[in-house]
């Protein structure tokens, strides 16, 4: 995930350009043309395009909130990789993990986990190598490996 100020402005960014658009389509005669097209039209497409990716920054945004929040007040435990399974795409390396938790004052249980991760961690990913995991006090299937951080790839 990326960092958050960065998110941020992005929000922002996104925020402000989508509503210049909407703001645009609104003031626009509806008999102005561009290309024989509605110019007034195109602003609001503009407008839809921007506010997606304002959707899609916000989302993000949540999410990474949500994994630093695991990190502070996660229960840490370990998690031992009993399988896995490459499930990769176009756009990276997706593991599918059958995973063994353990953590303090709770009897070990199995999980699947699907986690996208950096090249430079597949050397971290066999089976039975044991990882630093935290683990929600609420929900202990939301958990968050926690990948050595010189090799973590933060996009």
């Not at 938790?101 to 430079?120: A, F, G, K, L, M």
């Amino acid at each position: 995930m990326g960092d958050n100020n960065v998110l941020k402005l992005l929000i922002v960014l996104f925020g402000a350009v989508a509503i210049g658009f909407f703001y645009e389509g609104f003031m626009t005669s509806p008999d102005a043309l561009k290309m024989g097209e509605s110019l007034k039209y195109q602003y609001y497409e503009m407008g839809g395009i921007f506010f997606i990716c304002l959707i899609f920054s916000g989302l993000l945004y949540i999410g990474d909130n949500a994994q630093k929040k695991l990190a502070q007040t996660g229960i840490k435990g370990v998690a031992e990789i009993l399988d896995t399974k490459d499930i990769s795409g176009a756009h990276g390396i997706t593991i599918k993990f059958q995973l063994e938790i353990t953590i303090p004052d709770r009897p070990p249980y199995q999980i699947e986990y699907v986690e996208s991760i950096s090249h430079n961690c597949l050397d971290s990913v066999r089976i039975g190598a044991k990882i630093p995991v935290y683990v929600s006090p609420n929900n202990p299937k939301f958990i968050l490996l926690d990948f050595p951080k010189n090799k973590v790839n933060d996009w």
